[in-house]
């Protein structure tokens, strides 16, 4: 988080310095779907300074990526069913918060 993505305007009957601080700069998935209270403190050449405070929550938006396993075969046994687990065709799952759960939508195939 930098002050130019927060603050859109700051004037000042003096010469505005360029000097922004937060409360806090860093967020991490530990903080996604948790309102975070921030505090911005901008100051003016004088010396005076102004500060706001606001909320902001972290969204992750990058979907999981799923790597599969290159054209695996599955033979159905004696009664025409197969049954496909997660593993069987899928060789790594990645992203950036981590992954809680991972599942097919269709276990059972038959003839």
Do not use: M
């Not at 975070?36 to 300074?49: E, L, P």
């Amino acid at each position: 988080l930098s002050p130019k993505s927060v603050v859109t305007h700051f004037g000042d009957n003096c010469n505005v310095s360029s000097t922004f601080l937060l409360s806090q700069y860093v967020f991490t998935c530990n903080d996604t779907g948790i309102p975070s209270n921030v505090s911005i403190t901008g100051a003016d050449v004088s010396g005076n300074t102004i500060t706001r405070n606001f909320t902001l929550e972290v969204v992750d938006r990058t979907p999981p990526q799923l790597l599969f396993k290159p054209s695996p075969i599955f033979s159905l046994n004696a009664s025409g069913i197969v049954a496909v687990l997660f593993d069987d065709v899928i060789s790594n799952v990645v992203d950036n918060c981590g992954v809680s759960i991972s599942t097919l939508t269709h276990n059972y195939f038959n003839c």
